[in-house]
């Protein structure tokens, strides 16, 4: 059993800083990739920032070069390092955890979201 919880959302004014956090828990065997997702109102859910298990990493281009992810495999860690945020970051952050069956097929776990508001 796989778990996710995400924290460190919060009210910021544009061009502030926050820092979230996922912590893991749970068994897995193989991890392929965690990552970051945001969700809006009336929005779709996009991916932001995720980090394989090779250790690349790959951001959507809204927030390039303001986001950064990490992760530290010792303590079953993601972050996610957020600067110069605008109002548009405004959202609902998820993380995400994509795993590898040992039959070969992958599958993704969830975190419940923390809010992320960004103010003019």
């Known amino acids: 059993q796989v778990q996710l919880v995400e924290s460190g959302g919060g009210l910021v004014q544009a061009g502030g800083s926050l820092r979230l956090s996922c912590a893991a828990s749970?068994?897995?065997?193989?991890?392929?990739?965690m990552g970051w997702y945001r969700q809006a109102p009336g929005k779709q859910r996009e991916l932001v920032a995720i980090?394989?298990?090779?250790?690349?990493?790959n951001y959507v281009d809204s927030i390039r070069g303001r986001f950064t992810i990490s992760r530290d495999n010792a303590k079953n860690m993601v972050y996610l390092q957020m600067n110069s945020l605008k109002p548009e970051d405004t959202a609902v952050y998820y993380c995400?955890?994509?795993?590898?069956?040992?039959?070969?097929?992958?599958?993704?776990?969830w975190g419940q979201g923390t809010q992320v508001t960004v103010s003019s």
């Open positions: 749970g068994t897995i065997f193989n991890i392929v990739s």
């Open positions: 995400n955890l994509r795993g590898r069956r040992v039959g070969g097929g992958e599958f993704d776990y």
């Open positions: 980090i394989a298990s090779g250790g690349r990493t």
